[in-house]
C-alpha cells in the first residue's frame, strides 16, 4: 500500500475534521481537539481518533507550558517564554493542519503522550 493509496483511503470529511481540530488549536487551546475526540473516539475513523488524540496531547502541553511560564513571570522570564509558545504552538498547528487536510499522519514534537 503506497502513500496515495493511504490518502485515498481517509474520507475527505474526516480529513476537513481533522484539519479544523489542529488548526482551530491556535485560537481555542485544547477545546477543538477535545470535543473532537470525545465525539469521534467511539464511531469515527482510527485516523481521525488517532489525529484528535494527537492535537489533545499537544494543546494539553502547550497549556502547561503556559502555567510554568506564568508561574516564571515572577521572576519575569516568563515574559519572555509566552511569546516563543505562541510562535511553537502556531507553527506546528499549521504544519499539522496542513499534513490533516492531506490525509497524512502527523505527530507534533516536543509532545508528552498523556492520552494513548
Known amino acids: 500500500m503506497d502513500s496515495n493509496d493511504l490518502i485515498e483511503s481517509v474520507s475527505k470529511d474526516d480529513r476537513n475534521i481533522a484539519a479544523l481540530t489542529h488548526a482551530g488549536g491556535i485560537i481555542f487551546g485544547f477545546i477543538p481537539s477535545l470535543i473532537v475526540y470525545l465525539l469521534k473516539k467511539d464511531s469515527g475513523s482510527a485516523w481521525l481518533v488517532q489525529q484528535s488524540r494527537e492535537a489533545l496531547n499537544f494543546q494539553i502541553t502547550v497549556l502547561i507550558a503556559c502555567v510554568v511560564a ?38 507534533y514534537p516536543l509532545t508528552l503522550r498523556l492520552l494513548s
Do not use: D, H, M, W
Not at 504544519?95 to 505527530?107: F, T
Open 70 to 107: 506564568s508561574i516564571l513571570s515572577t521572576l519575569l522570564i516568563g515574559l519572555f517564554i509566552f511569546p516563543l509558545i505562541f510562535i511553537v504552538n502556531l507553527i506546528f498547528c499549521v504544519l499539522a493542519a496542513i499534513k490533516a487536510s492531506n490525509g497524512e499522519v502527523y505527530r
